[in-house]
């Protein structure tokens, strides 16, 4: 029994060391809305997300009601008549990237990555593409992405009184730390 013990805890223990996954549960993920009346700008820092550095593979996931409003009116009206969310309360993103360079977690480093993968909004999911960076610090990874995404694609429908005050595409930025899994 103790062979068998010793046995899972060595298998255990490398799988940890030789992990290349990386994971946060208080990632940033922010929007800003440009429009001649006034912009709109949220925040989540309720992000959670998983990189697979080895697969080159990354899922993010947020529930929509994370996204804090410098007014509580947008924060309301963005809950409750546009992103619907008591009926599509989380948002996510499944995909992959590219890289010139493999990632070493053991060696400080900025990595330029392409990343494609299906976003969920509102209950619809299209492709996206964008660039970002991951930057291996103190064994930590830290990623930066911004890319942009249509209201419309997502069915957000915007009430024709107020089709002016929100710009019809949204800009998207991706801030979050790593640590090792």
Sequence with gaps: ?????????????????????????????????????????????????????????????????????????????????????????KSTFTGSYTCNDKIDLKKDGL???????????HGVTKEVETTGTLEVKNGEVISNAVFVVAVADYNIKIPSVVKDNIAKEIEITVNATYKAM
């Design 1 to 89: 029994m103790k062979k068998l013990f010793c046995l899972f805890a060595i298998v255990l223990f490398s799988l940890n060391v030789f992990s290349q996954k990386v994971f946060t549960r208080n990632g940033h993920i922010s929007f800003f809305s440009e429009a001649p009346l006034e912009n709109i700008e949220a925040n989540n820092y309720q992000v959670t997300s998983i990189i697979d550095l080895e697969k080159k593979e990354l899922v993010f996931s947020l529930l929509m009601k994370g996204f804090e409003f410098e007014k509580a009116l947008m924060q309301e009206h963005f809950n409750e008549k546009y992103v619907e969310s008591d009926q599509y309360p």
């Design 111 to 121: 990595y330029q990555v392409n990343v494609t993968g299906s976003l969920e909004i």
